[in-house]
């Protein structure tokens, strides 16, 4: 997997390719799925959401440049593999989950594969966790129909937000940066184009 659909389509960042040979995705895929565990797509998980595909993982995890000191927020626990992955490259881990089954059953794959450093909370996620805030990056991984300005008032100066922004059906994945003290100060990267499921919320989309 990490050959063929990662290192081949370009991404090169050591620590992200190492994450990810060493967390096992089947390991975050229902039973009935796992013969596809390694394929390179998004896969449906419980409550119509999905794990992502492998690439996008890669490309949002290699997009916030982690060094291993760092403090993230993930909104969109979904699965954990994600969070997996985020654990490996940061020191510390926050994530949030709308769904509270999805949150419990990520915890329990995240405790299997000894991810200590991470924290789960059941909620809407488009509030951001202010009390752990500023977080060195964010990463989203629902799509949104804006760039919930919430979360770039919980990034630190210098660290970057990542985001699937555009309609219910196609996305395009954002870095933002934030360069000062103040959230209007951003320098924007279009990573290209994407499908998420939806970021549902109050900065996110409306509906249930
Ligand atoms: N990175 C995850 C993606 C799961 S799909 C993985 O690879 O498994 C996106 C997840 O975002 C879903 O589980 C969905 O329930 C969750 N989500 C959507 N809106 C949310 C919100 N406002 N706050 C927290 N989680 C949200």
Request: hydrophobic residues 45%; aromatic residues 6%.
């Amino acid at each position: 997997m990490v050959d063929a659909q990662i290192r081949a389509r370009g991404i090169a960042d050591q620590r992200v390719l190492r994450a990810m040979e060493k967390i096992p995705r089947h390991l975050f895929i229902d039973a009935g799925l796992i013969d596809q565990a390694y394929n390179d797509s998004a896969l449906p998980i419980d409550r119509q959401q999905t794990i992502s595909q492998p690439y996008i993982v890669a490309l949002m995890s290699a997009a916030v440049a982690l060094t291993g000191k760092e403090k993230v927020l993930e909104i969109g626990t979904g699965s954990g593999y994600q969070t997996a992955i985020l654990a490996e490259l940061a020191d510390q881990v926050f994530s949030i989950e709308r769904i509270a089954v999805l949150a419990n059953r990520a915890r329990k794959a995240l405790d299997a594969l000894n991810c200590y450093n991470v924290a789960i909370r059941v909620g809407d996620g488009t509030y951001g966790w202010r009390e752990e805030s500023p977080f060195a990056a964010i990463v989203v991984t629902a799509g949104a129909p804006q760039v919930p300005r919430t979360l770039i008032e919980q990034l630190a100066v210098g660290g970057s937000l990542v985001v699937p922004v555009g309609s219910r059906h196609s996305q395009n994945l954002l870095k933002l940066t934030r360069l000062s003290a103040n959230p209007d100060d951003l320098r924007r990267e279009e990573l290209g184009g994407c499908r998420f499921v939806d970021l549902i919320g109050e900065h996110g989309w409306n509906h249930s």
